[in-house]
């Protein structure tokens, strides 16, 4: 079993930056890909950002040029860079782990791991 422990959410203003930290336990995820989706209030969970073993990315395209995820392996923990914030970016944020990489990372599905969630809210 893998748990995540998401942290580093808050209330920050439009333009501002924050950076999301999710540690990994129970098992060492270097081999996981990892992700970031989203759940704004009323709408479905959508998903972020993902990095794989070899560290390739995916963005979806409302943060392309402003998000940035990334890995640390000797901490077994996955950060979000989130730049240029906008009022839009209002969600909860979810760290997910998939042992393989099936190709279907933008998928929530995909992920057999989650994390309880963070609260990023930014004001306008």
């Known amino acids: 079993q893998v748990q995540l422990v998401e942290s580093g959410g808050g209330l920050v203003q439009a333009g501002g930056s924050l950076r999301l930290s999710c540690a990994a336990s129970g098992r060492t995820v270097s081999s996981y890909t990892m992700a970031w989706f989203r759940q704004a209030p009323g709408k479905e969970r959508e998903f972020v950002a993902t990095i794989n073993w070899s560290s390739n990315t995916h963005y979806t395209d409302s943060v392309k040029g402003r998000f940035t995820i990334s890995r640390d392996n000797a901490k077994n923990t996955v950060y979000l860079q989130m730049n240029s914030l906008k009022s839009e970016d209002t969600a909860v944020y979810y760290c997910?782990?998939?042992?393989?990489?099936?190709?279907?990372?933008?998928?929530?599905?995909?992920?057999?791991?989650w994390g309880q969630g963070t609260q990023v809210t930014v004001s306008s």
């Open positions: 997910a782990a998939e042992p393989e990489d099936s190709g279907n990372y933008y998928r929530d599905y995909a992920y057999d791991y």
